[in-house]
């Protein structure tokens, strides 16, 4: 039993200790960043695409912590922009920023662990048992930027870093400052906080109204709040992830009357909808497409559904 038991203790008190250091660097690309802030010398600033006078909102999608970049977010997650795309065609849609790096560097970019990340992620796609196991570093590390942005010392740096990103991604669709046209950030899991965290500095550097699209979010009671429109918030039935941000951060707790998550809630800016009995991630989750509730949608049709219907009430 001990030559069992040995090995297996080791590989415990090396993944706390992985842990442990991913913690402890974690804020470390939001300060090197932060250093450098301005624009770099011969940095060009954003090309402005002229608007099409047609479009009605423009929303950016933020993919979950289990992403390497932008342009590998998951089919599935595909599929759901392309059906909310049918429903609202009058918007643009921005997917094209990772919302786990300040400056919008993916895992598999121009970064010193990116061979690592590589690997894990080949692996994973693979379906290889190896990759499975290792793709955990990758929720880890995400998780941690996560919580980054949650964080009232580092958080508002980090998330001006990606709203710097967003705004030049908006600027290159398109997007017309000053114009009060509506924008939606719309993020998944951990998505939803980096999504209610940038609020601030998108409404106040393009002089816009900004509502968040939450799609299982884990959210803090970020300051961003405050310079919300509305905050939609998609919660299945067996989803209880989202529940993590009403337990870790006070500002949410319900006995708290005087923070801004409960000045939203009060005067009817967060607004919760319960979809269907979907789980946070995998099978049955909101972006399923087998599983098929008893009138005959599937998760992923009415989750398609639920999210146009309310983003209909912006346009």
Known sequence: MSIIITPIMYLIIFGLLLLFAMAILSPFETREWWKIAPLKKGEQPPTIKKEDDDVSMYIIYL???????ADEISSRERRFLAGVGEKLETAVFIDDVFPFSVTNNPLTGDRHFSKAWNYIHDARRRGSVVGGLLSILIFMRNLLQVGVSGDPRYGPIYNVGVAKELIRSLLQHGYPPNSGKPIVVMGWSGGGQIAIGVVRYLSEGLHAPVSVMSIGGVMAADPSIAYVDKLYHLQGERDHFPKLGEILYPGRWAFLKNTEWSKAKKNGRYITVVPGPMRHT??????????????????????????ADLLKMDD
């Open 63 to 69: 993919t979950a912590i289990g992403g390497v970049s």
């Open 282 to 307: 995998g099978k049955e989750d909101y972006f399923d497409r087998h599983t098929v509730l008893p009138n005959g949608q599937t998760y992923l049709e009415r989750t398609v559904e639920a999210v």
